[in-house]
């Protein structure tokens, strides 16, 4: 019989995973320890977003997406995780602590989500005309139900297209911002940049692709001209995907960490059958368009994110910290903030 792995290395190989987990601006604000049969994953607020997100919102569902993906790296080494999620007043940045009790062979599942972590990547444009695959919306809302999210399709017209018109503003909204917009600067790091971290100009188009209706991405490049080449002859027919609300009935955090739970397993899902998916946080970070979604488009849900699904080539690269600086042992990094972007 092999040796059992000791707990570092379990770390090791879940931390080497999680890390490539979505997470807003690529802010990547988490960092885990390991004990004895135990990681905790703590939010790391140096990195959340000081402007766009006051309450730690997205830093919260940055950190769920990681946990999801802690989860399923204990499940590729045959590990059945039990997860205890925050609050714990005494230490709110502690988002969850991960034990390994019982052992479980893997799915077949549970292994094609897995062989998406590091594949899978944010899409930002359009999608080809092609139908998603039959049954994978179905899918998508099952996942998302899994972890106490709920993915709402906006399918009629006039509700579309409101759901663009709210994006579009805050978009505008947020581009007229100055303190957003230097906010924003931080994480976007010029071409050529050897950041680990933030959005780089290989994983956003130089030139919008405007569909309708439309949905525009957040303008990292600001002006300079950054970013891919477009990856379609220009008479081709793109479209604006499928477009959906993530909500969820209540909203603390908790709730927060567990809608980013429920993105990860969609976006695996998505990827895992071909699929990509973009988002667009822009109109939730502003509370008067995010009531409105709540009001018109959620049935009184809390909206989390704005999601558009669709079919398209994979061609973003993105960038993440070494494993090694965000993995320390339970006593050494208890205390200890990454200092942000530099
Ligand atoms: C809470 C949250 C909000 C996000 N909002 C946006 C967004 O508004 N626009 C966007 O293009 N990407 C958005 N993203 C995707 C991140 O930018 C992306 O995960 C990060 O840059 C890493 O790239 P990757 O997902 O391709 O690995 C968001 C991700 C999270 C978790």
């Known amino acids: 019989m092999s040796t059992p792995m000791t707990a570092e290395q379990i770390a ?14 690529n802010t990547q604000p988490w960092r885990f320890t ?25 830093m919260m569902i940055s950190c769920g997406a990681a946990l999801f993906t802690v989860r399923l790296a204990l499940r ?25 009790p019982e052992r479980a062979a893997i799915t077949e599942f549970e292994r094609r989500l897995f062989g998406q972590v590091r594949q899978r990547r944010t899409h930002r444009g359009a999608f080809d005309p092609e139908p998603l695959p039959q049954d994978l919306l179905a899918a998508l809302r099952s996942e998302a139900a899994h972890d106490g999210a709920a993915l709402r399709i906006i399918a009629d017209d ?71 080449p477009p990856v379609s002859a220009a008479s081709a027919v793109r479209t604006a995907g499928v477009v959906g609300l993530l909500t969820t009935a209540a909203d603390r955090p908790a709730d927060w960490v567990n809608t980013g739970q429920a993105l990860q397993r969609m976006l695996l899902t998505a990827s895992a059958w071909g699929a990509a998916v973009a988002l667009h946080s822009q109109p939730l970070e502003l509370a008067g368009l995010r009531e409105f979604l709540r009001t018109r488009l959620g049935d009184g849900a809390y909206p989390q994110l704005v999601l558009r699904i669709g079919m398209a080539a994979q061609v973003a690269v993105s960038v993440r910290r070494d494993p090694a600086d965000v993995l320390f042992s339970s006593g050494e990094g208890g205390d200890h903030a990454s200092p942000g972007p530099g």
């Open 12 to 25: 090791r190989h879940v931390v080497a995973e999680a890390v490539w987990a979505p997470s807003v601006n």
């Open 76 to 100: 590729s080494l045959g590990y059945v995780p039990r997860a205890r999620v925050l609050p714990d007043p005494g230490d709110p940045d502690l988002v969850a602590q991960v034990s390994w």
């Open 158 to 228: 006039g509700r579309r297209a409101a759901l663009a018109a709210a994006v579009q503003t805050a978009e505008r909204s947020l581009e007229l911002d100055s303190r957003r917009v230097a906010e924003l600067a931080q994480w976007t790091p010029a071409p050529g940049s050897a950041r680990d971290d933030g959005v780089p100009a290989t994983s956003y188009p130089a030139r919008a692709e405007r569909t309708d209706p439309y949905y525009p991405g957040r303008d990292f490049a600001r002006g300079h001209g950054w970013g891919l």
């Open 34 to 58: 390991v004990g004895s049969e135990q990681i905790s994953l703590y939010a790391d607020p140096a990195r959340r977003l000081e402007v766009a997100d006051p309450d730690g919102r997205e």
